[in-house]
C-alpha cells in the first residue's frame, strides 16, 4: 500500500505540488501507526487523510500554510511519542539487538525529519526561485522519493503490529498483577539465579517469553522478577549480563577477537553491542580494552 502510495505521489508532484505536500505527513502518520498501534491501521487512521482534502482548493491562501505548519508539528509530535512509547515497551519483550529491534521503526521518524529540512529550505528560498518550474519539480520528486523510501521500507520491516499486539497485552498483564508478596521473594531470586546458572541470555534469540518458558513461568511473572531483583526491564538485564560475559571473556583473554567475543557473548548484530556496551560502560568496548592491558 505505502509503495504504491508513494509511486502515486511521485505522479502528483508533477502536476499539483503545493496540493501534494498535504498528504506526506498524514502517511508518515500511517506508517507509524501501522508498526506501533496494536491493532495496526483502522479504518479511523484513514480520516486523518479527510483534512488534507479538505484543503486543497485553499492553497492559494493563508488558511492552506497554517493548516500545513499544524499538520506537521501535530503529527510530528505524536510520532516521535508513540515510536519513544513503542521502544520502551519493546525493551520489556526483547533484547535490543534481537530481530524485533526497534531501529527499523525509527528509521521512519529520520525520513519525518528529512522532510521538514527539504521543507525549510524551501520556505528560505526567494519567491522568485520558487516559482521556477524546474525548482518545483526537484523538490516534488525529492519529497516523493522520501514518501516512497517510508512505504518501502514499511513493507519489508517485521510484522511489529504484531509485536505491538503483545508488547499491549504485557502492559496489561502487569498493570492486573498484583505485588509479589514477600514470601514470593526468594522464588523470584531464585528465577534469576536460573537465568545466570544456565546461561539462558546467551541465546541471540532471547526475549522475555522464550526465557519464561525454559524456566517454567509466565512472562508477567518474569518479568516482574527482575524489576523486583534487580531494578530492570528485560533488556537492560540481559544487555548486563551479555556485557559482563564480554568482559569476563577478555580478562580471561585479552588477545580475543572483540566480534568473536561479542557473538559467543549472545549478540548477533555488532552494531548493537557496540551500543549497548558504550551506554552500560559509558566507553568504547576499544577504550575499555586498552585500559585492561
Same mark, same amino acid.
Given at each position: 500500500?505505502?509503495?504504491?502510495?508513494?509511486?502515486?505521489?511521485?505522479? $502528483?508532484?508533477?502536476?499539483?505540488?503545493?496540493?501534494?505536500?498535504?498528504? #506526506?505527513? =498524514?502517511?508518515? +502518520?500511517?506508517?507509524?501507526?501501522?508498526?506501533?498501534?496494536? &491493532?495496526?491501521?483502522?479504518?479511523?487512521?484513514?480520516?486523518?487523510?479527510?483534512?488534507?482534502?479538505?484543503?486543497?482548493?485553499?492553497?492559494?491562501?493563508?488558511?492552506?500554510?497554517?493548516?500545513?505548519?499544524?499538520?506537521?508539528?501535530? *503529527?510530528?509530535?505524536?510520532?516521535?511519542?508513540?515510536?519513544?512509547?513503542?521502544?520502551? /515497551?519493546?525493551?520489556?519483550?526483547?533484547?535490543?539487538?534481537?530481530?524485533?529491534?526497534?531501529?527499523?521503526?525509527?528509521?521512519?521518524? #529520520?525520513?519525518?525529519?528529512?522532510?521538514?529540512?527539504?521543507?525549510? *529550505?524551501?520556505?528560505? !528560498? =526567494?519567491?522568485?526561485?520558487?516559482?521556477?518550474?524546474?525548482?518545483?519539480?526537484?523538490?516534488?520528486?525529492?519529497?516523493?522519493?522520501?514518501?516512497?523510501?517510508?512505504?518501502? +521500507?514499511?513493507?519489508?520491516?517485521?510484522?511489529?503490529?504484531?509485536?505491538?499486539?503483545?508488547?499491549?497485552?504485557?502492559?496489561?498483564?502487569?498493570?492486573?498483577?498484583?505485588?509479589?508478596?514477600?514470601?514470593?521473594?526468594?522464588?523470584?531470586?531464585?528465577?534469576? /539465579?536460573?537465568? !545466570?546458572?544456565? &546461561?539462558?541470555?546467551?541465546?541471540?534469540?532471547?526475549?522475555?517469553?522464550?526465557?519464561?518458558?525454559?524456566?517454567?513461568?509466565? /512472562?508477567?511473572?518474569?518479568?516482574?522478577? *527482575? +524489576?523486583?531483583?534487580?531494578?530492570?526491564?528485560?533488556?537492560?538485564?540481559?544487555?548486563?549480563?551479555?556485557?559482563?560475559?564480554?568482559?569476563?571473556?577478555?580478562?580471561?583473554?585479552?588477545?580475543?577477537?572483540?566480534?568473536?567475543?561479542?557473538?559467543?557473548?549472545?549478540?548477533?548484530?555488532?552494531?548493537?553491542?557496540?551500543?549497548?556496551?558504550?551506554?552500560?560502560?559509558?566507553?568504547?568496548?576499544?577504550?575499555? *580494552?586498552?585500559?585492561? $592491558?
Amino acid at each position: 500500500m505505502f509503495i504504491v502510495a508513494g509511486m502515486l505521489m511521485a505522479v $502528483l508532484t508533477m502536476f499539483y505540488m503545493e496540493g501534494f505536500v498535504l498528504f #506526506i505527513f =498524514p502517511m508518515y +502518520h500511517l506508517a507509524v501507526r501501522q508498526n506501533t498501534a496494536p &491493532e495496526g491501521i483502522t479504518k479511523w487512521d484513514w480520516l486523518s487523510l479527510v483534512p488534507s482534502f479538505l484543503f486543497v482548493p485553499y492553497t492559494d491562501t493563508v488558511f492552506f500554510t497554517i493548516f500545513l505548519c499544524i499538520q506537521i508539528a501535530v *503529527i510530528t509530535v505524536w510520532s516521535i511519542i508513540s515510536v519513544r512509547r513503542y521502544n520502551r /515497551r519493546l525493551a520489556e519483550l526483547y533484547d535490543t539487538s534481537s530481530d524485533a529491534s526497534s531501529d527499523d521503526i525509527s528509521q521512519v521518524l #529520520i525520513f519525518m525529519i528529512i522532510t521538514i529540512v527539504v521543507f525549510l *529550505i524551501w520556505l528560505l !528560498l =526567494p519567491d522568485g526561485a520558487t516559482s521556477v518550474l524546474p525548482v518545483q519539480i526537484v523538490f516534488a520528486v525529492f519529497l516523493s522519493i522520501l514518501q516512497f523510501m517510508v512505504g518501502y +521500507h514499511t513493507y519489508y520491516m517485521k510484522d511489529t503490529s504484531s509485536i505491538a499486539a503483545e508488547l499491549a497485552e504485557i502492559a496489561e498483564e502487569t498493570i492486573e498483577a498484583e505485588p509479589s508478596a514477600s514470601g514470593e521473594r526468594v522464588e523470584d531470586d531464585a528465577l534469576i /539465579r536460573k537465568v !545466570l546458572a544456565d &546461561e539462558l541470555y546467551l541465546d541471540p534469540t532471547a526475549s522475555l517469553v522464550s526465557i519464561a518458558e525454559k524456566l517454567g513461568t509466565n /512472562r508477567t511473572y518474569l518479568s516482574n522478577s *527482575i +524489576h523486583a531483583c534487580r531494578g530492570q526491564n528485560f533488556s537492560e538485564f540481559i544487555n548486563m549480563l551479555r556485557v559482563n560475559y564480554f568482559m569476563d571473556l577478555v580478562r580471561k583473554d585479552p588477545g580475543v577477537n572483540v566480534k568473536e567475543a561479542a557473538i559467543r557473548s549472545g549478540y548477533s548484530n555488532l552494531q548493537s553491542f557496540y551500543r549497548n556496551f558504550s551506554d552500560i560502560m559509558k566507553m568504547t568496548p576499544k577504550v575499555w *580494552i586498552s585500559k585492561q $592491558l
